[in-house]
């Protein structure tokens, strides 16, 4: 038996249909349609924002958000070196320069002196990860309001989790089939700001609408048969919910019995999209190939400065490039969802003893 990492949640297929046929009634497939409304209203309650916007993926909703605050073109966003490539390749994309600061080595998320160290006259916004769940550090609010520099949260592992909300000026979900509510490919800008949320409406619609018509922007806009797709799921939401925290107990029971691995930052709150344990950074491959070996697909999170050509001349402030990989290579993604089994379990440990 194989458990694989992420396991997508399934629609309620009727309610998919119903949704389908209004589709085929009103023959209306895309472009700001009734569904699509209906989801960010939907997700907006559900996550806590006055706002949400979706997109396309949780990529293009990062370039969104960044092309709504009409930075200057050329300019320095300050981000993190251990993250998933979609981040740095976001900021790219809106015409912008990935500028990498020192992550927190408990948290793994940016360290506010680092962030504080990386700015400089090119700056024109900060760009943090809720990396694995956990909340990026408060101060980097404060941060953002001293230096007057706008916070772009990327919220791709944070779906569902409070602690994130109502902070910086846009926060930018994934609605992959991979996170917890999907819609197959699929992302979501939230704010509390409605002038910010109208930007970002703006700017998934090829900068076309209202007063700022000449802003830049692009096709960021999701299908209703996505948003139908995701609508079909708020009814099992709540059952994944529960299933992830027990297992996320039972794997914490199990990492604390085990010599080899140890809690991705202990007593702290994080939310439910993905689980991650910590390890002796010369250990991980070992590790992996052993959990693989029990059927058990775990993976590893390698950091972007270590990413091949495309970021070895990126500046990074704050740390080492080694000292960054390292605690990259500490890190072992589990496979998180309800269909992890008790049997799952048992090979976990016994693959960690
Ligand atoms: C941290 C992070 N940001 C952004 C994304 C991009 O999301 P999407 O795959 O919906 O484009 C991902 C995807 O896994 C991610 O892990």
Request: negative net charge.
């Amino acid at each position: 038996m194989t458990v694989t990492l992420g396991q997508p949640l399934t629609p309620d297929s009727q309610l998919f249909a119903e949704l389908a046929a209004g589709i085929w009634d009103r023959h209306r497939w895309t472009n700001d349609g009734p569904l699509v409304r209906e989801l960010e209203q939907g997700l907006g309650k559900q996550l806590g924002w006055r706002h949400a916007v979706a997109t396309s993926s949780g990529t293009t909703a990062l370039t969104t958000a960044l092309l709504a605050l009409d930075l200057t073109p050329g300019g320095e966003v300050i981000t993190t070196p251990l993250t998933f490539r979609a981040t740095s390749l976001a900021i790219e994309a809106a015409g912008l320069k990935p500028v990498f600061a020192a992550v927190d080595e408990t948290t793994l998320c940016l360290h506010p002196d680092a962030v504080e160290e990386a700015i400089g006259p090119r700056t024109v916004a900060v760009l943090p990860v809720h990396l694995f769940g956990l909340a990026a550090d408060p101060a980097l609010d404060a941060l953002g309001e001293s230096r007057d520099l706008p916070i772009v949260y990327d919220a791709a592992h944070a779906f569902g989790f409070d602690d994130i909300t109502h902070r910086g000026s846009l926060t930018a979900y994934s609605l992959h089939a991979t996170k917890i509510l999907h819609t197959g490919e699929g992302g979501l800008v939230a704010s509390e700001s409605p002038e910010l949320a109208e930007k970002v409406r703006i700017a998934r619609n090829f900068g076309l609408g209202g007063a700022a018509e000449s802003g830049g922007g692009g096709n960021a806009k999701l299908p209703e048969l996505s948003a139908a797709v995701g609508l079909a799921q708020f009814t099992r939401l709540g059952s994944e919910l529960d299933a992830r925290r027990a297992l996320r107990a039972a794997y914490e029971a199990r990492t604390d019995a085990s010599q080899r691995v140890r809690r991705h930052a202990p007593g702290r709150r994080r939310g439910l999209v993905t689980e991650v344990l910590r390890c002796d950074p010369t250990e991980q491959a070992e590790l992996l190939q052993r959990l693989a070996s029990g059927g058990i697909i775990a993976r590893g999170f390698p950091a972007l400065c270590a990413d091949g050509q495309r970021y070895s001349q990126t500046p990074l402030f704050g740390a080492g490039r080694a000292e960054m990989s390292a605690l990259a290579d500490s890190v072992i993604a589990l496979p998180f969802h309800s269909r992890v089994q008790t049997g799952d379990l048992e090979r976990f440990s016994d693959a960690l003893a």
